[in-house]
């Protein structure tokens, strides 16, 4: 199962990553639709599309507006979007407002359900009579509230022998609540904004600084960490400090744009 990071900082793009867009395609899953969107259409192996939103500002679900270059490439059967019942009014009153973005894309929003079942589709090109439709290698997805203005949710999928978790747009700190829903993943994507040198801009903005990050991921006992949402002010990675980040958790990398993560 591979987790493909087609979008991995936050707030606006820069020349070297788009905004938050994860994706499970051998699921037809997504998180979080920012302004990587239009690369999804590159990774489709599924008649279907599930995303799950984290929240409802705009570097997380402009790319829903793209859905239109999306589907022209690679109809789909189906398109359904899933966040918080607040969330999805907030899209309808706002994001497709008239003079705004005015033809509503074709999806289906869902208010989120606590748990919702996953399972891996055969792809189009290995379907065949005896094949199309199957599903094999079933997971559950579940969802945690976070701190962030406006209310944010992180998620974790568990299959029978592995598991991941999102966690974004959030205050990273030892022991906070989420720890115990992230507990024990195999692979945790976490938000990695601020350097240490920025806690205080942090809580302001409901964001996470990198040594809270590696002591969440320690206090979880996860197998691996990768650092998405960061700060598109940065000109290159080297000045993201993983000397310090490994220190508290050795197995840290930093996500980017395109990277395949294998589960």
């Not at 008239?98 to 359900?113: E, G, I, K, Y």
């Not at 000109?235 to 993983?242: A, G, K, P, T, W």
Request: glycine fraction near 6%.
């Amino acid at each position: 199962m591979k987790l493909l990071l087609l979008g991995t900082t936050g707030y606006h793009p820069n020349d070297r990553r788009q905004t938050a867009c994860l994706m499970l395609p051998e699921l037809g899953v997504l998180f979080d639709a920012g302004t990587a969107m239009y690369r999804v259409s590159d990774h489709l192996a599924t008649d279907t599309l599930d995303i799950f939103l984290t929240h409802a500002h705009l570097d997380h679900v402009i790319g829903l507006t793209y859905l239109f270059d999306v589907l022209k490439n690679h109809p789909l059967r189906q398109v359904t979007v899933h966040a918080e019942q607040e969330k999805l009014d907030a899209l309808r009153s706002h994001l497709f407002a008239d003079l705004l973005f005015p033809v509503m894309p074709p999806l289906r929003m869902q208010p989120l359900a606590q748990q919702v079942p996953l399972a891996q589709q055969v792809s189009r090109a290995q379907q065949n009579p005896r094949t199309e439709g199957q599903q094999t290698d079933k997971a559950v997805l579940t969802h945690f509230p976070l701190r962030h203005p406006g209310g944010s949710v992180g998620y974790r999928v568990d299959w029978p022998d592995r598991s991941l978790a999102y966690v974004t747009d959030t205050v990273a700190a030892p022991g906070v609540d989420y720890i115990e829903k992230i507990r024990g993943v195999d692979l945790l994507v976490h938000e990695c904004y601020f350097g240490d040198e920025s806690q205080q801009q942090a809580e302001l903005t409901g964001h996470s600084c990198l040594t809270p990050v590696a002591q969440v991921a320690a206090a979880a006992g996860v197998g691996r960490l990768v650092l998405v949402h960061i700060d598109p002010r940065l000109d290159n990675d080297r000045q993201i400090r993983l000397d310090i980040a490994r220190k508290i958790f050795p197995n840290t990398q930093i996500g980017i744009d395109r990277m395949e993560l294998e589960i």
